[in-house]
């Protein structure tokens, strides 16, 4: 009796209570607090951030793969490839000469896409054939425009010594070992597409300016019209044949100045020290350069200055260069250039404008404390840049793992005082010779001999000749980061007391120096 009645009442429980329960389940289902809703929804508008944020930099990922040099051969897995027989032989990949196509922010790519700079290939359209292939990191992306940005850093130690040097008679004091003041550089290009690139760079410490910045070139190259431009046959054509660089820019003149030192940009040179005889201009004006054939060519005309003049008999400059690979892995060039600054005072070290191709040297030169202790010491500077005539041959032959180069050169100032009495006439031969040897894609030596022959003197002939030669070689312990040592000797000789000074010192005492320098760079 108990039990049924305890049964009855669970019963009786169960009907009149389900619905209540029945009723607060559906309430909690149905119902949520408002700021449970508003939290659940920043978690989930959180989550969704994080989602695409995810989804982008796998398509970054991807993007880098795709246009990393070897990617398509390693994914392969072919014991076969190229890539993997690269790899057998201890070398790597030439990498590609194109920048990365990822989307947004700094891209920095795969360390197999940085090449050392005298390795880089001469690629007549990109900006700066030297700088441009090793500017791999994108700063900014802004409709068709991509921003990249390089830097250059550079620090030496020298123990260099000297004999017989005086400057007008005086004898400079004696030379210690010691560092060179650091020097750094910051490259910048924005690129168009296929259409356009505009480059610029700045020497942010330099020997003759250590403690303020200085530009040095600043110019657009353009390679094709604007796409609402396209269309009328004479401008397509012209692009298609021709592209245009404008501004201030290294003017085109030999094959040395891809093979030289600037400033902190370093790598692209196999040795410290430049060449005796260093032609090397930047120029405001205009050049006009062939596209796509075996037989290249260009044409160009500027103030002669890398400042801006209006005086009257101020001068121009004019230049010109053919060049081309008449066999596999052996180029030739021969160049030309013009200027006339003889209207206006009479040049350097008085009043007026020069021509900037010998007299001048923005940057400076690697050596220091030397002969005159000047902003490039050791360096021969012929004439006076005021009516100068140059040419230079230039042979490049690269057959891994040697490299070989030389040229041979002649200049002429036809008028080295200017506008002054008369037209004394300066003339110099230049030359150089080179080569390097690779033991891996790392280590490599390199030896150079470089000189200069007097012909004429103020007018008066002259048998002198000034002689470098430097051996050394260098080590890449990063990808980006190039030590460099170098031996070094130089002497003046056969020059007459009536020949004068020659670039600062006392030629006919026969002054010399030679030592060993030092160098690490870093460039990117």
Known sequence: MLFKRALLFVVSFLMVGSPCFGQE??????????????????????????????????????GGEETRPGAHEAQAGDSGTEAEAAKAQGRAQEPAAEKPSATAGLHLPDVASFTPGFERAEERRLAEPNKVPAMN??????????????????GRFQYLTQDNVAVKGDVPDRLEPGFQTPFGDLSFMANFGDALDIYFDIHIATRPNTDHLQGDQGYLLVHKMPERLQGFRPLDWFFEEFDLKAGAFEIDYGDAHNRRSNNAQVQQNPLIGNYVVDPRATDIGLELISAGRRVKWLLGFGSGTYEGHFENGGGYSAHGKVWGDPIKDLRTSFSMYYSDHSGDGVGWPGSGTVGNLFRTN????????????????????????????????????????????????????????????GAPE???????????????????????????????????????????????????????????????????????????????????????????????????
Do not use: C
């Open 25 to 62: 389940k559906k309430d909690k289902s149905d119902y949520v607090h408002r700021s449970e809703y508003e939290d659940l929804l920043k978690k989930f508008e959180a989550l969704q951030q994080r989602l695409e944020q995810l989804e982008a930099d796998r398509a970054t990922r991807a």
């Open 137 to 154: 990191a994108r700063i900014a992306h802004v409709g068709e425009m991509d921003l990249y940005m390089g830097f250059d850093s550079v």
């Open 426 to 524: 300066d003339s110099w031969y230049y030359y150089a010779g080179e080569g390097i040897y690779y033991f891996t894609n790392r280590l490599y030596l390199a030896a150079r001999y470089s000189g200069a022959t007097a012909r004429r003197l103020n007018d008066a002939s002259s048998n002198g000749m000034v002689h470098r030669i430097q051996l050394g070689g260098g080590y890449w312990f990063f990808d980006s980061v190039l030590a460099k040592l170098e031996f070094v000797y130089q002497k003046y000789r056969d020059f007459s007391e009536t020949d004068g000074m020659i670039s600062g010192v006392d030629a006919w005492l026969d002054p010399e120096f030679k030592g060993v320098i030092a160098e690490a760079s870093f460039g990117f």
């Open 362 to 421: 923005r940057s400076g030169g690697p050596y220091q404390g030397v002969l005159d202790d000047g902003d490039a010491p050791g360096q021969v500077m012929p004439g006076m840049g005021q009516k100068v005539t140059a040419v230079q041959a230039d042979l490049t032959w690269r057959l891994r793992p040697i490299e070989l180069y030389a040229y041979f050169a002649y200049m002429q100032d036809a008028d080295i005082n200017g506008s002054g009495p």
